[in-house]
């Protein structure tokens, strides 16, 4: 089966504009993560959606939101760039058995932003 | 709040080599654990997960890792190394309140030559 799709790969944007990157799930899996993997930070927990409803949040500024379709499609919107935003940021998609998580994370490729 | 730990930031090994890269937690409950492995140019994967029973689990590619809840570990080991199993390691964890909730470590690079 197809696996987890992000839009676009590959992005460029100045300081202070906005940006939507969009994530496609695995067909069947309604739970949709963020993360942001940088260098420095490494990967960290910005969101995740199960059932259009945002059940965890990491650390990050209001800045960074999301959002969850009725068909598990999702987007992240991050408003007011700055240059450290610049970073890859991947979508995970996850699945149950019944109502039990199954433990594993799919990851698409990532969409990487760069801020100047 | 959890935290992990990957104390070897870049290993080198020549093919045939074993392998054991260190993984440390901090997190007083309930905990899965998780290995996941970042091929050149390739998606992140799962490698391996334990959430209860034997502490030693086996994975894909001739993996295993185990967990000693004493000393909050989970080392990932493989017994000889192949030159395609060059790759970032990362250790990961999640407590039974936020099971979607990753935190990860910070990586490993492993870099084996032929």
């Known amino acids: 089966k197809a696996g987890v799709t992000q839009t676009p790969r590959y992005l460029i944007k100045t300081r202070g504009q906005q940006v939507t990157l969009s994530c496609s799930p695995i067909?069947?899996?309604?739970?949709v993560s963020w993360y942001q993997q940088t260098p420095g930070q490494g990967l960290q927990f910005l969101f995740e959606y199960f059932s259009e409803t945002q059940r965890n949040k990491g650390n990050f500024p209001g800045r960074f939101s999301g959002r969850q379709f009725s068909n598990s499609r999702s987007e992240m919107n991050v408003s007011t760039l700055e240059l450290g935003d610049s970073a890859l940021y991947l979508c995970a998609s996850s699945g149950t058995s019944g109502n039990l998580y199954t433990g594993e994370l799919f990851f698409g490729e990532g969409s990487r932003l760069t801020v100047l | 709040a959890q935290s992990v730990s990957q104390h070897n930031h870049h290993v080198i090994l020549s093919e045939a080599a074993s392998l054991e890269l260190g993984c440390n937690y901090s997190?007083?409950?309930?905990?899965?654990l998780f290995w996941y492995v970042q091929y050149p140019g390739q998606h992140l994967q799962l490698l391996l997960k334990?959430?209860?029973?034997?502490?030693l689990v086996k994975g894909i590619k001739g993996f295993e890792a185990e967990f000693i809840k004493s000393k909050f570990s989970f080392n990932l080991r493989k017994p000889s190394v192949q030159w395609s199993d060059t790759a970032e390691y990362f250790c990961a964890v999640t407590s039974s309140g936020s099971a979607r909730q990753l935190t990860f470590g910070s990586g490993t690079q492993l870099t084996v030559l032929p």
């Open positions: 997190y007083g409950g309930t905990v899965n």
């Open positions: 067909s069947g899996h309604r739970s």
């Open positions: 334990y959430f209860s029973g034997d502490p």
